[in-house]
């Protein structure tokens, strides 16, 4: 029996070699042939292929899951090597597409955005708190604060952010300022620690913290805070606000909101009444 040259198998076909020896040896020198008459086919009855390709999964659905599932479980670990060195290869081509594609269905991808958000915007909230409260979150989010402050976008968004404020805030005049340092003194009513004036920002900068935030900007609504209290409450009301810390209202606010109904009736509701 004649043998093969390459494998040495028993079975011979032609010139010396086996079957498959010879198909191997075909398909090297005439690959650019065989490639352009396969697509050169494929072109012509493509709509064939399609065809045949959906009546099979639709009844081989469950099928094709069981196969799709067992062959991940057993090859993750090289489909996710595969994947990584491909990426690397064809980073900016992929990118490109990303590109390309979002630029044409931008409008389909917010709306599919804003329908998934409003159907679960509970479970959203729930787990951003968690994901702050973390150590991994934690950590995550310095990182990215400090980076995006220290940059040209950050300081020029942080400049805009104040001026806007500044614009939308009514000032608080030197006379007024001077009566209620006078009646407050540098001490911070809500946490009683002292106050300094200074033009860097600190936790504990004098700022007068407007007691009702849709009241305008006199005496009787106004009060000396450190900036890191004015920053937590921003435009919560105060009742509300004292419960959230577990602290009592300052005495100072009970006088000032004596007069004002709205807030006698959130204090009956909260439980924070006192006679003064």
């Given at each position: 029996?004649?043998?093969?040259?390459?494998?040495?198998?028993?079975?011979?076909?032609?010139?010396?070699?086996?079957?498959?020896?010879?198909?191997?040896?075909?398909?090297?020198?005439?690959?650019?042939?065989?490639?352009?008459?396969?697509?050169?086919?494929?072109?012509?009855?493509?709509e064939?292929?399609?065809?045949?390709?959906?009546?099979?999964?639709?009844?081989?659905?469950?099928?094709?899951?069981?196969?799709?599932?067992?062959y991940?479980?057993?090859?993750?670990?090289?489909?996710?090597?595969?994947?990584?060195?491909?990426y690397k290869?064809?980073?900016?081509?992929?990118?490109?597409?990303?590109?390309?594609?979002?630029?044409?269905?931008?409008?389909?991808v917010?709306?599919?955005?804003?329908?998934?958000?409003?159907?679960?915007?509970?479970?959203?909230?729930?787990?951003?708190?968690?994901?702050?409260?973390?150590?991994?979150?934690?950590?995550?989010?310095?990182?990215?604060?400090?980076?995006?402050?220290?940059?040209k976008?950050?300081?020029?968004?942080?400049?805009?952010?104040?001026?806007?404020?500044?614009?939308?805030?009514?000032?608080?005049?030197?006379?007024?300022?001077?009566?209620?340092?006078?009646?407050?003194?540098?001490?911070?009513?809500?946490?009683?620690?002292?106050?300094?004036r200074?033009?860097?920002?600190?936790?504990?900068?004098?700022?007068?913290?407007?007691?009702?935030?849709?009241?305008?900007?006199?005496?009787?609504?106004?009060?000396?805070?450190?900036?890191?209290?004015?920053?937590?409450?921003?435009?919560?009301?105060?009742?509300?606000?004292?419960?959230?810390?577990?602290?009592?209202?300052?005495?100072?606010?009970?006088?000032?909101t004596?007069?004002?109904?709205?807030?006698?009736?959130?204090?009956?509701?909260?439980?924070?009444?006192?006679?003064?």
């Amino acid at each position: 029996m004649k043998k093969c040259k390459k494998c040495g198998n028993i079975k011979y076909h032609c010139r010396g070699l086996c079957k498959h020896c010879y198909n191997n040896l075909y398909y090297r020198k005439n690959k650019r042939q065989i490639l352009k008459q396969s697509h050169e086919f494929y072109r012509k009855n493509k709509e064939h292929y399609r065809k045949q390709k959906r009546e099979y999964n639709q009844k081989n659905k469950e099928k094709i899951r069981k196969d799709s599932h067992e062959y991940y479980n057993k090859n993750s670990e090289y489909i996710k090597f595969q994947k990584k060195n491909y990426y690397k290869k064809n980073k900016k081509r992929i990118l490109n597409q990303h590109k390309q594609w979002y630029k044409k269905n931008r409008l389909h991808v917010l709306n599919q955005k804003l329908e998934y958000f409003n159907k679960n915007k509970k479970t959203i909230y729930d787990w951003t708190k968690k994901w702050k409260k973390s150590k991994k979150g934690k950590k995550i989010l310095r990182i990215v604060y400090k980076k995006y402050n220290h940059s040209k976008k950050g300081r020029e968004r942080t400049l805009k952010n104040n001026f806007k404020r500044r614009e939308k805030l009514p000032i608080v005049t030197m006379p007024l300022s001077e009566i209620i340092l006078k009646r407050d003194g540098f001490i911070c009513q809500y946490c009683k620690k002292r106050v300094i004036r200074c033009k860097l920002i600190r936790p504990n900068q004098l700022t007068y913290d407007h007691i009702d935030s849709d009241g305008g900007t006199t005496l009787n609504n106004l009060v000396v805070s450190c900036r890191e209290c004015n920053i937590s409450k921003q435009t919560k009301n105060v009742f509300e606000w004292c419960k959230e810390k577990e602290t009592e209202v300052p005495k100072i606010i009970l006088k000032l909101t004596n007069n004002n109904k709205n807030y006698q009736d959130c204090s009956l509701e909260i439980g924070f009444v006192r006679k003064v």
